[in-house]
């Protein structure tokens, strides 16, 4: 069994901004529902991007949604938008090609 050495904290999880995130509890708003149409994806998004726009930790969610290859919407920033930026998904499932 390990143990800890006293005043000694363990690194901080990569996800410890998650406990001030403003979009708790508001999950229908940053991932689709099944067959969601575009029109009504717009208007989620929109919504989930004015939920990030007062969120403290905007920089912290992007970050880690970039790195962790995730689905939905992270700091302000869609799957495409990520997609675009360089941040690959796994299995782009969904992302629109630019220009369509
Ligand atoms: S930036 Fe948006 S998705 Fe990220 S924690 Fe804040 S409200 Fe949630």
Not at 9 to 33: E, I, N, Q, S
Not at 70 to 87: C, I, K, T, V
Request: net charge negative.
């Amino acid at each position: 069994m390990e143990s800890l050495e006293l005043g000694v904290r363990p690194a901080a999880a990569d996800d410890d901004w998650m406990d001030t995130a403003a979009c708790k509890g508001l999950t229908h708003l940053f991932f689709p529902g099944p067959a969601e149409r575009p029109q009504a994806r717009q208007r989620r998004e929109a919504t989930a991007r004015g939920v990030c726009g007062s969120c403290a930790v905007q920089g912290d969610c992007r970050t880690f949604a970039r790195t962790h290859h995730e689905y939905g919407l992270w700091g302000g920033e869609s799957e495409d938008e990520r997609h675009s930026a360089g941040y690959r998904l796994i299995a782009p499932i969904g992302v629109r090609a630019r220009g369509a």
